[in-house]
């Protein structure tokens, strides 16, 4: 196995790539966090004051859906004021730059990547300014847009509540087929600030990794955070910085 590069992000080269290169980044909530956004497992972290099995799986819904449904209005209300830092700025800049050579999946629920610019943009873990009737598809109430700071749970026409439009833990996450894709014909895969321990996610790189380019040649892997990631030996570079620090210097194209 090649060993990675671990270093801080300053003694790295801006990524430079050709005209027809192909760039696939992956965000967490470290992307967030200078947004005043927690993270999950940080010390201070959501799962530090909050069980996942409360309020993160179809279970916990089942079991107390007031409890569930005041979590996620409680990050709606945070995501409603919070505004996009450096990171976010610079990333829609590279796709203004690279069009549909870029594509961006996050596992973040905020809409703070679409607040600055982003569109071509996958949720895989879901949207917290959107809602669904909890009975979907059966019930034909799919996502909505949603963005009422309600405390109260919304009944649906058809009898079932409306759920938050969140992936919890034991549920397929969004649009994996076209992540596929993307990872399938990217040349750059970059991680920023995830703790690389939630799959699928975390297993991207590895993707990534095993693939053999067009001309034979590997895809280049970089993860960026204050630290690396569990996954981090999957990675050609670990890139250590804020990701508000580091992201704006990350790509020769923007610079
Ligand atoms: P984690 O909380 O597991 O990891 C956050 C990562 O961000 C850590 O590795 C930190 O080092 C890094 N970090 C902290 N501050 C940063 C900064 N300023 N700049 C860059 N990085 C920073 O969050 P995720 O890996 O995103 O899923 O978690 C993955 C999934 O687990 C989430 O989508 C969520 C959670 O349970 C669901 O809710 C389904």
Same mark, same amino acid.
């Given at each position: 196995m090649a060993s990675v590069r671990i270093a801080p992000y300053r003694e790295f080269e801006p990524i430079a790539f050709s005209s027809t290169a192909r760039v696939f980044v992956l965000t967490g909530a470290g992307v967030s966090a200078e947004s005043g956004f927690s993270t999950f497992r940080d010390s201070g972290g959501l799962w530090e004051k909050h069980r996942i099995e409360d309020v993160a799986t179809p279970e916990g819904w089942s079991r107390d859906r007031a409890l569930v449904w005041q979590f996620y209005a409680g990050l709606r209300a945070q995501a409603a004021t919070a505004k996009p830092n450096a990171a976010h700025h610079a990333l829609a800049a590279l796709e203004d730059e690279i069009g549909d050579r870029f594509f961006l999946c996050t596992q973040n629920v905020d809409d703070l990547h679409e607040k600055a610019g982003s569109i071509r943009i996958v949720h895989m873990h879901g949207e917290l300014m959107k809602s669904r009737c909890e009975r979907w598809p059966g019930c034909k109430q799919g996502p909505f847009p949603d963005t009422s700071l309600t405390t109260s749970i919304p009944s649906c026409p058809c009898g079932g509540y409306v759920r938050p439009h969140i992936v919890w833990f034991g549920e397929v996450p969004i649009e994996l087929d076209r992540i596929g894709d993307e990872l399938g014909a990217c040349d750059f895969f970059v991680t920023i @600030? =995830? =703790? @690389? =321990?939630?799959y699928p996610a975390a297993g991207f790189v590895s993707v990534v990794r095993a693939r053999r380019h067009r001309g034979g040649a590997r895809p280049i892997a970089v993860y960026v955070g204050p630290e690396a990631p569990d996954n981090a030996e999957s990675f050609d570079e670990c890139r250590l910085g804020n990701a508000g620090e580091a992201v704006p210097t990350l790509f020769a194209a923007i610079r």
């Open positions: @600030g =995830s =703790s @690389g =321990s939630v």
